[in-house]
């Protein structure tokens, strides 16, 4: 079956453009992710979705950034006046769920490679 | 605060073993996954424990100590393809994953 499917793939914008990225899920999984990964660095979480459950924003580095998610399907991660420093991939994840189960691989998409210029 | 520690890069030989190591300090603990991520590509799963001891999967192997909060992956047989990033990562009380930096993997023939 399909798996994770990010678009766009790239992304060069200017700075104080906002921009959209899109994640569709695996079909079936509950839980969905956002992470950003900066150059030769770890991930690091962004945001989280579990089914009908009001999304977990703790990652979210600023009020610039924003993300929903349509039930348990497509989400979108916006980001409002970019800055430089947003300059990352960003990374989307699926699992059948976000707890509760003593194993839930997070499969993940492609990413998107933003650049602000 | 919670942290997860990995070595930044291993250079190995081509046919031999390499044991990548991390330890973590979570608020709670709910399971480690290792992860592999070539580079420019996403992460893909490799393993996970949730109780203390080794778990084989072919020539990988990851090991667990909850009570030392460490964890190794085993990589036996060296493969150039195996070179890669390897990222540690802890499921916290609240099922959330907390992610190391990664060890860089180098593969010398």
């Known amino acids: 079956g399909a798996g994770v499917s990010q678009s766009p793939s790239n992304k060069v914008t200017e700075k104080g453009k906002d921009v959209e990225l899109r994640c569709d899920p695996i079909?079936?999984?509950?839980?969905l992710y956002w992470y950003r990964q900066r150059l030769g660095q770890g991930l690091e979480f962004l945001i989280y979705?579990?089914?009908?459950?009001?999304?977990?924003k703790s990652g979210l580095p600023s009020d610039r950034f924003s993300a929903e998610r349509t039930g348990e399907s497509v989400s979108t991660l916006t980001i409002q006046r970019t800055q430089q420093e947003d300059s990352a991939v960003y990374l989307c994840?699926?699992?059948?769920?976000?707890?509760?189960?003593?194993?839930?691989?997070?499969?993940f998409g492609p990413g998107t490679r933003l650049t602000v210029l | 605060g919670q942290n997860i520690d990995q070595p930044t890069e291993m250079t190995a030989t081509e046919g031999a073993i390499v044991q990548i190591n991390c330890t973590y300090q979570?608020?709670?603990?709910?399971?480690l996954f290792w992860y592999q991520q070539h580079a420019g590509e996403a992460p893909t799963f490799l393993s996970y424990?949730?109780l203390d001891g080794l778990e084989e999967k072919g020539r990988f192997s990851s090991f667990l100590s909850r009570s030392k909060g460490y964890s190794y992956l085993l990589l036996k047989e060296l493969q150039m393809k195996d070179s890669a990033s390897y990222l540690c990562?802890?499921?916290?009380?609240?099922?959330?994953?907390?992610w190391g930096a990664g060890t860089k993997l180098i593969i010398k023939p």
């Open positions: 994840a699926s699992s059948l769920s976000g707890e509760n189960l003593s194993y839930n691989e997070q499969f």
């Open positions: 079909s079936g999984h509950t839980a």
């Open positions: 979705f579990q089914g009908n459950s009001a999304p977990d």
């Open positions: 979570t608020s709670g603990f709910n399971g």
């Open positions: 424990n949730v």
């Open positions: 990562a802890v499921r916290d009380s609240n099922y959330q994953l907390i």
